[in-house]
């Protein structure tokens, strides 16, 4: 049977084709994949290309959106009250101590696993409910935090969950993403459509079934509580087989968002490129207006490695700057320093600059990551005056969503994963 008898067949029972067909098609054979990830969709020199980009046509393994029955109704309300009776309620274990915590890695939950960061909570007292991402080392002057990336794992008879919130700024307009099993909900950010400090969202699910839910947060947001009703629960997922870290300017830590054409921190090319290539954790080390040189001893590439090596990733990837300017300048020295710096990491892949006008900086990026013995991806004037308008964000100058999505396929195809 072809798949379109299969989703006729689905379809005929009530189950949506379209959802359903994305799940199929990102089921097949590692060769169908492989040829999807070939089709050249980077050259927007046809009109016919940029439209199939347009309508957001390109599926592959990692962008495939959760099937129909691991689809939640997504609602939300102005308070952090449970709408639950009986809840039973998780708070992330640096909650509700009495006190101010600071400097937390996460990593000594029961029920619920963090990516790598730094966490924190507030004020202390009564006020200690939420727990945040602390500022990255260097980090101030971009107020680059580390995203709260949560995830859990539902008992079989769950079919409801509540997120708890209470967000710094009344006015964040973000929600985080949501992954269900290994599948985005949503891969660019949803608008909060709740205002105030304290707020949640509830997921309602189709069915009861056991599944693995994961939440990107971002900016502001502050996570207090996943609570599911009463006599349910939820276990802590087993501990990540790959983390890929990335170390980076704002083209790692966002700039604007999926709202705006942008992409936020959890939207850029760093997680879409992680989920390629198969990552169970991300640690996103990324800092606006850094590199290699840029930033000098206050918060260039330099002074994160140590931070990254700590947390011992498998995979270690850097992206080129634009920051450090046009020319080579003092990259070759610098980049020595940054990569005898993580020299324990086994992996480390240096992505070279991107835009165009940058060619100097890319090639003196390529001949110092060679000398040293790791990785080069060449990304050599990959944003150019013929994918402006759709790979460039409105800023000018930072990669769009579709641009994003274009730099982590472009990787994702030139390391040979």
Known sequence: MNMNSILGALASIGINSTIVGRALINASTAAAQRLLLDTAKTDLSDLTTKTALELGDYLDLASAFAPEIDTPVITQATSNAT????????????????????????????????????????????????????????????????????????????????????????????????????????????????????????????????????????????????????????????????????????????????????????????????????????????????????????????????????????????NGSINDGVGAGTLAADIADFLAAVSTITRVIVVGTMATGYESNHDAVKTATELAGREFVDMRSFLKSGNYGIYRYSDNTHPSTQGHRAIARAIFRKIGF
Do not use: H
């Open 83 to 318: 709408a639950l009776s009986s809840p039973v309620v998780y708070k992330p274990y640096i909650c509700g101590t009495g006190s101010a915590i600071s400097n937390s890695d996460g990593q000594g939950d029961t029920y619920i696993r963090f990516a790598p960061g730094t966490f924190y909570t507030a004020n202390g007292g009564s006020n200690d409910l939420a727990m945040y991402g602390q500022t990255k080392p260097g980090g101030t002057a971009q107020w680059a935090k580390w995203p709260v990336i949560a995830s859990f794992t539902t008992a079989s008879s769950v079919s409801v969950v509540e997120v708890g919130s209470y967000s710094q700024d009344n006015n964040d307009t973000l929600m985080p993403l949501i992954e269900v099993n290994g599948r985005f909900v949503n891969d660019v950010a949803i608008r909060r459509t709740v205002t105030g400090n304290d707020w949640k969202f509830t997921l309602t699910f189709p069915t009861a079934k056991v599944r693995t839910i994961k939440i990107y947060a971002v900016g502001s947001f502050g996570l207090t509580a996943i609570r599911v009703p009463t006599g349910q629960s939820i276990s802590k997922p087993s501990a990540p087989t790959k983390t890929i870290a990335f170390i980076g300017d704002s083209f790692v830590n966002g700039a604007g968002s999926g709202l705006d054409a942008g992409a936020g921190i959890t939207e850029t090319f760093a997680v879409r490129l992680a989920r390629l290539m198969g990552a169970d954790s991300v640690l996103l080390a990324g800092i606006g207006g850094t590199g290699f040189t840029a930033g000098s001893t206050t918060n260039n590439y330099l002074t994160r490695a140590s931070y990254v090596v700590g947390k011992a990733p498998n995979i270690l990837i850097v």
